[in-house]
């Protein structure tokens, strides 16, 4: 395969992984992910700080709809886009009247507390228990990390079962509040028990900032991580596409290797910020990058 067409594929920082001898091996499309696998469970091993970043892509495996795919919600309809562009000043200027909109409407992504986690889901939770995976970043609302059985997770852009005092941060799960009971009792909106200030969902909307405790440990990790596996996503939403390149400039000069696993190449493997990209399915690479894992250390 000549070296152009490797470059395309997200292999332009292949250099930088150690040990690739040749590029002969790399003629079969098989044979070259079949060796990205074995080498990533080869550094996962080897690591001594190793996270992921998880994005939409994960998800949809389970049947989430994205957003802004050719079938996502807002591509499908742009005023559901606009209305949730105004969200967050909608919440602030009448708390009361967007809690009963909201408990009142359909969710645009349908009852996620039925949703279950794929393979991809349950390998991260499986490179966890076995010690090799030590936390997990997601962009994802859905839960479904912790569902699979994942310990460390810090939900980025908040998380759907989760409610969030406006005032002081402290949450609640959402369980803990019987939101169609204060619906009817005219007791809307939902009230922190620490401080009295109005609860809101813990999800982030657009215009408002990620929780200083989220952003504060996600840029710790992505600083200290020696290893970073970027699963299902275009990493072209910020200030979350920001933590990839934070791990490239770690401090002191260490080198963080960081592995795409995503349906196509986004534009870390086009700046050269991931050292390769194992394109696919994470519900199909993730499970087999734990069985390699098996292979060497059971």
Same mark, same amino acid.
Request: glycine share 4%; proline share 5%; with cysteine.
């Given at each position: 395969m000549e070296i152009n067409k490797l470059l395309c594929r997200g292999y332009q920082g292949i250099a930088r992984v150690p040990d690739l001898s040749g590029l002969s091996q790399w003629t079969e499309e098989d044979k070259k992910m079949e060796?990205?696998?074995?080498?990533?469970?080869?550094?996962?091993?080897?690591?001594?700080?190793?996270i992921t970043l998880t994005g939409a892509g994960i998800s949809t495996e389970s049947g989430i709809r994205d957003f802004r795919g050719p079938d996502g919600i807002w591509t499908k309809?742009?005023?559901?886009?606009?209305?949730?562009y105004q969200s967050y000043a909608r919440f602030q200027e009448?708390?009361?009247?967007?809690?009963?909109?909201?408990?009142?409407?359909?969710?645009?992504?349908?009852?996620?507390?039925? !949703?279950?986690? #794929?393979?991809?889901?349950?390998?991260?939770?499986?490179?966890? +228990? /076995?010690? =090799?995976?030590?936390?997990? !970043?997601?962009? #994802?609302?859905?839960?479904?990390?912790?569902?699979?059985?994942? +310990? /460390?997770? =810090?939900?980025y852009h908040g998380n759907i079962s989760l409610?969030?005092?406006?005032?002081?941060?402290?949450?609640?799960? /959402?369980?803990?509040?019987?939101?169609?009971?204060?619906?009817?009792?005219?007791?809307?909106?939902?009230?922190?028990?620490?401080?009295?200030g109005v609860l809101k969902s813990d999800?982030?909307?657009?215009?408002?900032?990620?929780?200083?405790?989220?952003a504060q440990a996600s840029q710790e990790e992505a600083?200290?991580?020696?290893?970073?596996?970027i699963c299902g996503t275009s990493a072209a939403v910020y200030p979350f596409a920001y933590l990839p390149r934070m791990a490239r400039q770690r401090r002191q000069g260490k080198q963080t290797i960081i592995i795409e696993i995503n349906a196509d190449p986004t534009p870390l493997t086009e700046?050269?910020?991931?050292d390769y990209l194992i394109q696919g399915k994470t519900g199909i690479i993730l499970p087999k990058?734990?069985?390699?894992?098996?292979?060497?250390i059971s």
């Open positions: 060796d990205l696998i074995q080498r990533t469970a080869e550094q996962l091993i080897k690591s001594k700080h190793a309809n742009p005023e559901a886009e606009r209305k949730a009448n708390p009361k009247e967007f809690w009963i909109e909201t408990i009142s409407s359909a969710s645009l992504l349908g009852d996620l507390a039925k !949703v279950a986690p #794929n393979p991809g889901h349950v390998a991260l939770a499986e490179l966890e +228990k /076995r010690g =090799l995976l030590k936390c997990v !970043v997601t962009q #994802n609302i859905d839960n479904l990390h912790q569902k699979a059985g994942s +310990k /460390r997770v =810090l939900d409610l969030r005092c406006f005032s002081c941060d402290t949450r609640y799960d /959402r369980a803990e509040y019987d939101l169609d009971r204060l619906y009817k009792e005219d007791r809307l909106p939902p009230l922190c028990r620490k401080c009295n999800v982030v909307y657009f215009q408002e900032a990620i929780p200083s405790d989220v600083g200290k991580c020696d290893l970073m596996l700046e050269g910020i991931s990058i734990v069985e390699e894992v098996k292979k060497r």
